[in-house]
Each structure stands twice: as C-alpha cells, then as structure tokens.
C-alpha cells in the first residue's frame, strides 16, 4: 500500500477476531493531488459501507479509506448505517479531513452488529490513524484477511512512478464490476476521471474474470487513490496497462487462496464471435459444478464443458468444439479425441481450452474445483 510515495497506513488490533490478529487497517493520502475511483459490487444487497462509499466516491476526492474485518456491517439496520457514517466521522476528526472524503470498507460475517462492534471499529480508526506509517502497508494487509490464509500484494513499478495495491479474500470470488475488498495506491498524476476510466478497464480484464465459486458478495468493492507524489502524469494507456497488471497479479493470489481449493483452473475460450460470448462461455464452465466436481477427483470429463457451453447465448456449433485439458485435446468437433488417460491432473495448475471456431475473440475466467474442504468450511463459516 505504501510502495507508491505519497501514503501512509497502518493496522492494528482491536479485537473484531476471536483470534486477536489484525482487524482494521486504514490508509491515508498525503497528497498532493487526493483523487480517487472506485467500483462496487452489483449485489442489489448491499452492506453499509458500500452504501456510504458510493456517495462519498461522487466528487472524485479520497482523502482516506477505513477496512475493517471481524464484520461485514451489513443487514444490521440503520445502526450499522449510523456505525460506518461514525467510522468515516472519526477519521475525519482525527485527520482534518472532510467526513465525505472517507472511504469505510467491512468484511466478515453478514447480519452481526451492535454496540460493542461500532465500539471496536472506533477504537481501531484512533489506534490506526495513531500508528500511521509509511511502512505501514504490510501491517494495512494482514488486517483485512478473514478466512484467508496469506495477505495478498502487488507492485508495478514504471519510470519515476509505482502503483501498489492490497486485497483480501478467499471465498464468495465472483464478479459484479469488481470482487472481494481491494485497495489500489498510485504516485502517478492521474485525475479521477482517468483513474475510474483505467479502474473499470483493468478491473474488467482481472477481477471481473475471477469467478472461484460463483458466490458474490454485499461488501464487494475496489478503491484506487491517486497522490501525485511522483509528479509525473504517465499516458492513460500506459497506467491502465500498469494497473492491470497489479489487478490481474493480486485476481490471481484470491484465485490461489480460494477456500478448500485444491486446483487452480484457467478457462480459456478462443476464437470466439466476441469478447463478451468468450467470457459467458468460460464463466459457464467455471460455474459447472460437476465440472468443478470431476476436476478434484482428476476426471477430465469433457462432457461437462460441452454441456455447460450448451446453455449460453455464445454464437457456435457445439459438434465443431474442440476441448483440450493441460494441453491434451480430448475433444474434436464435439466428438472423442485422444484417451482421457493421457490427461494429467495432478498439478494444481489446470488448464482448459476450449475452441469455438466462430471468431478471433478470446478470454480466460480463473476458477478452482470444488472439493470437500470448500463445503467443510463454508458449512461452519458462522460458528
């Protein structure tokens, strides 16, 4: 968070997790440009922060965003609304800010709130905004996690300038503009209007296209803060590019870390009619469940990926598809090809080809089987 200049951030205990570990982190621009973008979930449940963040992003100015986890803050009424409203007043306070220029971001378990939970996250913005740093974002990252099981980072650094960002999640990986809580730092002289052009177009290339289980959020939201510290004002292609990169880096750490996973799958669809069909076809896939299923138990079962495709609008012909696992067709023109043996599914890695012969389109959707441990843990989420 803090490898961009112009930033500091911090996280800090306050006891949201049972476990004692780090649960709010807060970042802060110093400036001197404060711009910012952001995109939410498409989740017509929304929790409260996403519902205050989505008014205080209108202007383009983000002076600071406040993460909290141990607690989604969502379906708790209009005290959980009244909860985050305090958040963002609280530090404002404490740094000579305006209320309206504060993001509040929340992740944990949905419909848990009251008194002692606003009490702990206004405890964590002082000790947070007390212990800023600019080395503070290892710390910022650690606190956002829930059932995740390392902090996920990236860095792309170019010629005078760096964006940096953090993420969190591990579970519910399913897009809606954007996934899981993501916070995006930049040194680089970008208005907002630039940064929510780049945002939307590199979040449309890496998150939107990480569908682990199909599962998507009330809390979902990607920030990115522009300080204009470097003082240099790269061309929008470049920043976009660069953005996508830290974008599809840190997509691919949640894809890692998805809950009970044991193989990462890549979906890739060529020659699609569009952009668009490629992505609905891949998307259909990494939604199958038995498809999911027969991956964990090392079946390359090229019937499911057929089946799936079949129930998409997607212009082809499912008896002129060809399907190939690591490298392995098994299926040409919709019909058998080399044995099922010769497929090895033992690496994590796993990856699906599927060719539609009916345009120059492609798209890859990142996902991961479905296994006995994803259920175990989604079963016990809340005790």
Not at 51 to 63: K, P, R
Not at 231 to 246: K, N, R, W, Y
Not at 277 to 296: C, D, P, Q, T, Y
Not at 308 to 316: D, L, M, Q, V
């Amino acid at each position: 968070m803090t490898a961009a200049a112009g930033f500091e951030a911090a996280g800090v205990a306050v006891g949201l997790k049972s476990s004692g570990n780090r649960d709010v982190a807060v970042v802060v621009n110093r400036g001197p440009l404060k711009a910012g973008a952001a995109v939410f979930t498409s989740n017509r449940a929304k929790a409260n922060p996403i519902l205050w963040s989505q008014q205080a992003i209108g202007d383009g100015v983000v002076e600071a965003v406040v993460l909290n986890s141990g607690g989604a803050n969502c379906f708790t009424g209009g005290f959980g609304f009244q909860t985050t409203h305090q958040t963002a007043e609280k530090a404002a306070e404490l740094l000579g800010v305006s209320a309206g220029d504060v993001i509040v971001c929340s992740t944990g378990l949905i419909g848990e709130g009251g008194e002692e939970f606003r009490a702990k996250v206004l405890d964590g913005v002082v000790q947070g905004v007390a212990a800023l740093s600019a080395d503070g974002g290892v710390a910022a990252s650690e606190a956002i996690m829930t059932t995740d099981s390392k902090a996920k980072r990236a860095v792309a650094a170019r010629d005078g300038w760096t964006i940096g960002g953090m993420a969190k999640g591990a579970g519910m990986l399913a897009p809606g503009l954007a996934t899981m809580l993501v916070v995006i730092t930049t040194d680089a002289v970008v208005d907002a209007a630039g940064l929510d052009t780049a945002l939307r177009r590199a979040t449309r290339l890496s998150f939107d296209r990480l569908d682990s289980d199909g599962c998507m959020s009330t809390n979902d939201q990607v920030t990115l803060l522009a300080s204009g510290a470097s003082g240099i004002a790269p061309d929008l292609d470049e920043f976009a590019m660069a953005l996508t990169e830290v974008c599809g880096d840190l997509a691919q750490q949640l894809q890692a870390d998805a809950e009970g996973a044991s193989h990462d799958i890549a979906i890739q669809v060529v020659h699609a009619a569009s952009d668009d069909e490629a992505v609905e076809v891949g998307r259909s896939v990494a939604r199958n469940n038995l498809f999911k299923a027969a991956i964990f138990g090392g079946d390359p079962n090229w019937g499911r990926v057929l089946a799936a495709i079949g129930t998409t609008g997607a212009s082809f012909d499912p008896y002129d598809v060809d399907v190939s696992f690591n490298g392995v067709r098994v299926c040409t023109a919709g019909g058998p090809d080399r044995p099922r043996d010769e497929v090895d599914l033992t690496p994590r890695a796993t990856h699906i080809l599927i060719d539609l012969k009916t345009g120059d389109a492609e798209a890859t959707i990142l996902t991961n089987d479905l296994t006995h441990d994803y259920v175990h843990e989604n079963s016990a989420y809340s005790s």
